[in-house]
């Protein structure tokens, strides 16, 4: 017999149990939702048997692991349809994504919107059939063999490039199709219940534009019919909310053919980047950050001495001055370690907090450029924080506390995530232990909750990603905090310590948002370009009724303007309903109606873009509510 613990709560099972057979244990509503488990905190499939004294966590659809595992296996139903369907078909891959799955197929024929209602239709069979999800293993030879008779030359590759280890390959299999794959999966295809395939694009195999194009079908699934509605609605609003649509309509940014991935920031854009810009710079003066600026090219030693030119040169532009290599920044850290080592350092000058607003360039695949959200040029609100090993825990806390302030000011919900050292790294394993705890303590002292992401650090060392989630419950990834040990050793950056010897700082790599173009983009989506009143490019619009109010209007204006209000006056010759609505369009907070009556007695009407006419008010009440709202920062 073996103990397992479920949340304190201590079973006695026979030994070999699975956590299926758990989960049905305490109930048959867990078991049918159960997704998988965490055994001593590591994920696995529900056919993982149990064989000694352990922790047990139950994980269903409600958490990112067990809706991976529920998206992998609708990827599963789905790639047995298609095969159904066109027995001919080559199956590449099917992972689970961030929402939902995708398949790569080799297919002659085109996939169609048609033909994936067909294959929708399939993947109802699959599903009503519930075939049990069996997992089995071979041995490399036997795997080749099999994939080799069935014609299927990606899984083929796939297989022979973990065949010289001689350790059996893994394979699931319901009903008549078998699938090379690790898992973990649902127990049977009934689990899932609701699902829609959403879109089709074409996919480079393993991501090479030297290798065949094949076609990608993506979807997602719910275990309730319900949840896919919402799901599905909130993707219709997404398409409305786009920030690419908005940023045109809105005259806030463009992109233009003569510079794909590098944004053109229009007046109304400007003023929104500056403004943000304009609060970055108060809550780092607060907080106790030094501005800096670094050039925008450096020669090859410099990137070399950072570890850039070898880990990262292929996303680096690069050119010869006076026949010699330099490189455009792709990022701002190597630039601030040379202003740390411009004067020499005390203990007693640490921590340095340096900002900087770097404007940095990454070599991104046209295929992957997206908006504003995936771009080649952007700028990016880098800090630097050196210090001593003693002071890692209260910087890292205040870190946090920064980035709290900023998304909290924006109505942003966010979870947290721990990365590890990736397989390509620096830097030794008793530094790479150090700088991981270091980040772990401090999480663990704000009583943050956090999961581990395994192997997903920088190369110079581990780091703390916010993912913040946004009005349609979308996450995105902006701000992050990394520790190095690396830079400042490859730099041999020094401090004079209060012994009167030469010690190694210790740096914090953080941007709170990320970049500075993305996080305008998530804003204009999160917000559907409607910004807060203290954001938006204009904030008040004055619409004058007749010619004879225009006069009246541009004193309006000017009062406005002085008293630090964005403002401007619509003197067209149209109707005020289409100035109103016309206003509306262009998401402007306050627009305040001129007619006879109000230039009589010196009050305008005023109309709230989310609350309609909120009624007559005199200059000075005006005044007060722009001016509260604006101070506050208030998110109407």
């Given at each position: 017999?073996?103990?397992?613990?479920?949340?304190?709560?201590?079973?006695?099972?026979?030994?070999?149990?699975?956590?299926?057979?758990?989960?049905?244990?305490?109930?048959?509503?867990?078991?049918?939702?159960?997704?998988?488990?965490?055994?001593?905190?590591?994920?696995?499939?529900?056919?993982?048997?149990?064989?000694?004294?352990?922790?047990?966590?139950?994980?269903?659809?409600?958490?990112?692991?067990?809706?991976?595992?529920?998206?992998?296996?609708?990827?599963?139903?789905?790639?047995?349809?298609?095969?159904r369907l066109y027995p001919d078909v080559k199956l590449a891959i099917g992972p689970s994504i961030d929402n939902g799955w995708y398949y790569d197929f080799d297919l002659e024929e085109s996939f169609t919107p048609e033909i994936l209602e067909e294959i929708e239709k399939e993947m109802k069979k699959i599903v009503k059939e519930n075939l049990e999800l069996k997992k089995f293993e071979l041995s490399p030879e036997e795997a080749l063999s099999m994939m080799d008779e069935r014609g299927e030359i990606y899984k083929t590759e796939l297989i022979k490039e973990h065949a010289g280890n001689g350790e059996a390959i893994s394979f699931y299999e319901q009903g008549e199709f078998k699938e090379l794959c690790a898992g973990p999966h649902l127990m049977s295809t009934g689990s899932v219940k609701a699902f829609k395939l959403t879109s089709i694009a074409g996919a480079y195999w393993r991501g090479d534009e030297k290798n065949k194009m094949l076609q990608r079908i993506y979807g997602i699934a719910f275990p309730k019919q319900s949840e896919l509605?919402?799901?599905?609605?909130?993707?219709?609003?997404?398409?409305?909310?786009?920030?690419?649509?908005?940023?045109?309509?809105?005259?806030?940014?463009?992109?233009?053919?003569?510079?794909?991935?590098?944004?053109?920031?229009?007046?109304?854009?400007?003023?929104?980047?500056?403004?943000?810009?304009?609060?970055?710079?108060?809550?780092?003066?607060?907080?106790?950050?030094?501005?800096?600026?670094?050039?925008?090219?450096?020669?090859?030693?410099?990137w070399e001495t950072s570890g850039h030119w070898d880990h990262y040169k292929e996303n680096m532009y690069t050119t010869v001055i006076d026949e010699t290599d330099f490189a455009i920044k792709p990022m701002n850290c190597p630039g601030g370690m040379l202003v740390y080592k411009s004067e020499p350092r005390s203990y007693r000058d640490l921590p340095i907090r340096m900002g900087e607003l770097g404007l940095v360039h990454r070599h991104e695949k046209s295929g992957a450029l997206h908006g504003l959200m995936r771009v080649r040029c952007f700028t990016q609100d880098d800090a630097h924080i050196f210090m001593t090993p003693e002071q890692i825990t209260d910087e890292i806390k205040g870190v946090v506390g920064l980035i709290d302030e900023v998304y909290s000011l924006f109505g942003f919900k966010y979870h947290v995530e721990l990365s590890t050292r990736p397989e390509d790294s620096m830097g030794s394993d008793a530094d790479w232990e150090m700088a991981t705890d270091g980040l772990r303590k401090a999480l663990d002292e704000l009583n943050l909750d956090y999961v581990v992401n395994e192997g997903d650090g920088a190369f110079y060392g581990p780091k703390i990603d916010f993912h913040l989630e946004d009005s349609l419950g979308r996450t995105w990834q902006c701000g992050t905090i990394q520790l190095d040990f690396q830079l400042p050793q490859r730099f041999e950056a020094e401090y004079t310590g209060a012994d009167g010897e030469k010690h190694r700082p210790i740096m914090i790599h953080r941007v709170v948002f990320g970049s500075i173009e993305r996080f305008i983009g998530i804003l204009i989506e999160h917000f559907a370009g409607a910004f807060p009143l203290w954001l938006a490019p204009r904030q008040v619009t004055i619409l004058p009724i007749a010619d004879r109010h225009h006069a009246r209007a541009h004193e309006l204006e000017k009062y406005l303007f002085d008293k630090g209000i964005r403002v401007d006056v619509d003197d067209r010759s149209e109707k005020i309903g289409y100035k109103i609505r016309e206003a509306q369009l262009q998401k402007v907070p306050y627009m305040l109606v001129l007619g006879d009556k109000e230039v009589e007695s010196g009050t305008v009407s005023v109309r709230h873009r989310g609350e309609g006419d909120i009624g007559s008010m005199n200059l000075d009440e005006l005044l007060e509510r722009l001016q509260t709202e604006i101070d506050t920062k208030a998110i109407n």
């Amino acid at each position: 017999m073996i103990k397992v613990s479920l949340k304190g709560d201590v079973r006695e099972f026979e030994n070999g149990v699975t956590i299926a057979e758990v989960a049905k244990s305490i109930g048959m509503g867990l078991y049918k939702a159960a997704c998988g488990g965490r055994i001593n905190g590591t994920y696995c499939d529900l056919r993982t048997p149990l064989t000694e004294d352990c922790d047990l966590e139950i994980v269903t659809f409600d958490e990112l692991d067990g809706k991976k595992t529920f998206w992998h296996t609708a990827s599963h139903i789905m790639a047995q349809a298609v095969k159904r369907l066109y027995p001919d078909v080559k199956l590449a891959i099917g992972p689970s994504i961030d929402n939902g799955w995708y398949y790569d197929f080799d297919l002659e024929e085109s996939f169609t919107p048609e033909i994936l209602e067909e294959i929708e239709k399939e993947m109802k069979k699959i599903v009503k059939e519930n075939l049990e999800l069996k997992k089995f293993e071979l041995s490399p030879e036997e795997a080749l063999s099999m994939m080799d008779e069935r014609g299927e030359i990606y899984k083929t590759e796939l297989i022979k490039e973990h065949a010289g280890n001689g350790e059996a390959i893994s394979f699931y299999e319901q009903g008549e199709f078998k699938e090379l794959c690790a898992g973990p999966h649902l127990m049977s295809t009934g689990s899932v219940k609701a699902f829609k395939l959403t879109s089709i694009a074409g996919a480079y195999w393993r991501g090479d534009e030297k290798n065949k194009m094949l076609q990608r079908i993506y979807g997602i699934a719910f275990p309730k019919q319900s949840e896919l509605d919402e799901y599905l609605e909130r993707i219709e609003e997404a398409k409305k909310r786009d920030h690419r649509k908005l940023g045109k309509e809105l005259k806030l940014f463009a992109m233009m053919e003569e510079g794909p991935g590098f944004p053109f920031f229009l007046p109304n854009g400007m003023t929104l980047k500056n403004t943000l810009i304009d609060y970055w710079r108060e809550i780092h003066k607060r907080a106790g950050y030094v501005e800096i600026s670094t050039p925008m090219m450096l020669n090859r030693a410099l990137w070399e001495t950072s570890g850039h030119w070898d880990h990262y040169k292929e996303n680096m532009y690069t050119t010869v001055i006076d026949e010699t290599d330099f490189a455009i920044k792709p990022m701002n850290c190597p630039g601030g370690m040379l202003v740390y080592k411009s004067e020499p350092r005390s203990y007693r000058d640490l921590p340095i907090r340096m900002g900087e607003l770097g404007l940095v360039h990454r070599h991104e695949k046209s295929g992957a450029l997206h908006g504003l959200m995936r771009v080649r040029c952007f700028t990016q609100d880098d800090a630097h924080i050196f210090m001593t090993p003693e002071q890692i825990t209260d910087e890292i806390k205040g870190v946090v506390g920064l980035i709290d302030e900023v998304y909290s000011l924006f109505g942003f919900k966010y979870h947290v995530e721990l990365s590890t050292r990736p397989e390509d790294s620096m830097g030794s394993d008793a530094d790479w232990e150090m700088a991981t705890d270091g980040l772990r303590k401090a999480l663990d002292e704000l009583n943050l909750d956090y999961v581990v992401n395994e192997g997903d650090g920088a190369f110079y060392g581990p780091k703390i990603d916010f993912h913040l989630e946004d009005s349609l419950g979308r996450t995105w990834q902006c701000g992050t905090i990394q520790l190095d040990f690396q830079l400042p050793q490859r730099f041999e950056a020094e401090y004079t310590g209060a012994d009167g010897e030469k010690h190694r700082p210790i740096m914090i790599h953080r941007v709170v948002f990320g970049s500075i173009e993305r996080f305008i983009g998530i804003l204009i989506e999160h917000f559907a370009g409607a910004f807060p009143l203290w954001l938006a490019p204009r904030q008040v619009t004055i619409l004058p009724i007749a010619d004879r109010h225009h006069a009246r209007a541009h004193e309006l204006e000017k009062y406005l303007f002085d008293k630090g209000i964005r403002v401007d006056v619509d003197d067209r010759s149209e109707k005020i309903g289409y100035k109103i609505r016309e206003a509306q369009l262009q998401k402007v907070p306050y627009m305040l109606v001129l007619g006879d009556k109000e230039v009589e007695s010196g009050t305008v009407s005023v109309r709230h873009r989310g609350e309609g006419d909120i009624g007559s008010m005199n200059l000075d009440e005006l005044l007060e509510r722009l001016q509260t709202e604006i101070d506050t920062k208030a998110i109407n």
